[in-house]
């Protein structure tokens, strides 16, 4: 973090200090509902035009790798497109590295973990550092997607935005949010799954106060977007014949097949990380490794270069053989995981549903061969599997479900798409309870789940509750000893500890003087302990300490990492704790 990411008093100082004051100016003249509509709408303009100028971006650089550089390695033939990616990988790491480290990947799990640990803080460098690095990864042939970066810019200006503005860190959320909904309806022209993006995935909430503002944002995107890209669905096809409902069936088994594949895209992407991340090169070694890798592939099938959409046409429209449908199917997965893996900064939903349509396209002219007159398109069981696999790997059924219908245009996929998506959902959320998203942060050790739990009492850990400063008493000491420490302080608790440091449990004041009025002056301090002290482990929740005391019938218990105890949680540190969350 830069020096103005400084934390103060557990409150992340914004960028933009001396315009603090300025949403209280602006929500003293207009109610403030109002006011955040009006800032919803300045993020949908430029977040529109942020993804048009993206894509323009993505085509200059195209237009630079395929175009010249290519032209002058012609003297290679068929190996003229080898070192494309390995150039451009090799220049994104550089310029990741040096300027902001989190614009490598993918992007949407930065936007939630800026979300859920950061206050929605978001360095105004990113928009620039994600615009180029992603445009110069996918124009050089990196197989990754345009709709993270544009989810990440879009936040990214929504934040800064926020920042400038002195906005509390609760609608910091909110300007984020609209910023990726904004992002993801310019560049799809899905101004619905613009919306069900930015709630289900990034916000995982679906509350209605933060709908309307992301409504505004993603419909005013998407109508700068179709001004400059066109009003079309990002997929222009043909009217599907889906099939009477008797055959519904082959949608069934669709969404089981994507759902797995989701489960597969998630694992092998991660797995393949994990194996550049074990090697102990430089960064930039990694980069021409995984560059030249991609370039291999890209020799003998140059279909899994950049985004793909190209490809993604045919198998929709069924023009593509079983065998380049099964191959791409996997190649475009292992393109994808080594540019990500080897430092590479792109999206991973339009590879996602790259494999999909590859994957459904197979299945369709399976299903067209062994059942003929099912009257069921292998293009429309192509376009179910691209909704199946997002659905799947995102664990997003109903953004899969709004954005695949928008992206297409067609009202009958709209049955088929919902038995798909909600299938494949449940089918990878069932093999694997974490998203393609959500993994990442989990691997880093956020708990994205418990941070959006509606339950605050979910929402924190034991040891985050654990009060910092006790009194503390050694355990040979009597207990007329243990009452002139309490005599001289104002505390109702104290821990006890061995002569060696050792945490024994808790006293209370109460209960010293109980143990004076009894006559028991002489009797060292360790004797009011309980026979058994429950122990819990610091990373519980608050619920689970209220359940264990509830069990026990006990007030407090012992905090521990691992065997050590590490402190004392009682029923008051709860409720302090509960109550700061306020």
Known sequence: MGASDTIEGGISKHWFSPKLGLHTRLTRILPEPLVLLLYALVIGLVGGYGAVGFRKLIVVFKGL?????KGQLSVLGKADVFLLPVVGLFIVSLIVKQFAPEAKGHGVPEVMAAIAEQGSIIRPRVVIVKAIASALCIGSGGSVGREGPIVQIGSAFGSTFGQYLGLPERHLRLM?????????AATF????GGVMFATEVILGSFAL???TAIVISSVVSAAVGRIYLGDHPSFPMPTYHVGHFSMYWMYVIIGLAAGVWGFLYIRILYKIEDWFEDRKWPFWTKALFGGALVGLIGIWFPQVFGVGYTWVDQALTNHMALNLLL???????LATSITIAAGGSGGVFSPGLYQGSMLGGA???????????????????AAMAMAGVFAGSAQAPVTSIMMLFEMTGDYNLILPLMITSVLAATVTSTLSKDTIYTLKLVRRGLDIARLRHPDRMKAVYVGEAV??????????????????????????FAQIRTEQGVLLGSVARAQVLEAINNERSNDVIATLLPDKVHRIQERATLGDALAEMNRHG????????????????????IIHAYKSME
């Open 176 to 184: 984020v949010a609209c910023g990726a909904g904004a992002g993801i």
């Open 327 to 333: 191959a791409l199917l996997v190649l475009k997965l």
């Open 209 to 211: 106060q933060n709908f």
């Open 467 to 492: 009060a910092k400063e006790h009194m503390t008493l050694r355990s040979n000491m009597t207990i007329e000893q243990a009452w002139e420490r309490f005599s001289e302080t104002k505390e109702w």
């Open 65 to 69: 790798f395929f175009g010249i550089v």
């Open 554 to 573: 006990v007030t407090y218990l012992l905090v521990c990492r691992g065997d050590i105890p590490i402190g004392v949680v009682g029923s008051s540190d």
């Open 363 to 381: 299945i369709g002219v399976l299903m067209s061969i062994l059942f003929p007159h099912s009257g069921i398109s292998p293009g429309a069981m």
């Open 189 to 192: 022209n899905a101004p619905i």
